[in-house]
């Protein structure tokens, strides 16, 4: 499992709830923004047709649980991705990076940490599911507490890798 603490400015939080009946408060969104929930990795050169797929892969889903304390809120998340095989791939060794971001408000990205994956094709396997589970603790944000917080989740895309997907998905 992989952790990481997400630095802000820390503030005094007073959490809804604490100390009451009230329910706990819910979990931060977790969401993948539409042109980074897949990638495509072709072979060097300059054709970019079917055949020169190295890998390609897809978030499929992202679940998530959380624990609220006077430190912020502890977040845990599991990653499901799907990677396949190509027709121009030979090493057989997928290598790709994905982020975890966390956004506070709209565009206001505070924190973004980067991991690389290596998926190894053992056998004649064309397609593999991975789990990524993610361990991250964010701080309070200022004081209106977590109203605004979203967890953003998604491929670590070049230029060429997102103008491909904004081409393909309109």
């Known amino acids: 499992m992989r952790r990481f603490v997400l630095a802000a400015v820390p ?3 007073v959490l809804a709830g604490c100390g009451s009946d009230a329910p706990p408060p819910l979990c931060p969104p977790v969401g993948t923004p539409a042109p980074l929930d897949t990638f495509t990795q072709f072979e060097p050169g ?7 797929v190295r890998f390609s892969g897809r978030v499929m889903a992202i679940n998530s649980a959380c624990e609220y304390d006077t430190d912020g809120v502890d977040v845990e998340l599991a990653i499901q991705m799907v990677v396949e095989r190509g027709p121009a791939d030979r090493d057989r060794n997928a290598e790709l990076q994905y982020f975890v ?3 506070d408000g709209p565009g206001n990205i505070t924190a973004k940490q980067v991991f690389d994956v290596a998926i190894p094709f053992e056998g004649n396997s064309r ?7 993610i361990s991250l ?3 309070p944000a200022g004081d209106r507490g977590f109203s605004q917080t979203r967890i ?18 309109p």
């Open 152 to 169: 953003l989740v998604g491929f670590q895309l070049s230029a060429e890798q997102l103008e491909h997907n904004r081409r393909r998905n």
């Open 101 to 103: 971001a966390v956004e």
């Open 127 to 133: 397609r593999l599911a991975r789990l990524e589970e």
């Open 11 to 13: 503030v005094a939080l």
């Open 46 to 52: 300059t054709g970019r047709d079917l055949t020169q």
């Open 137 to 139: 603790q964010i701080p």
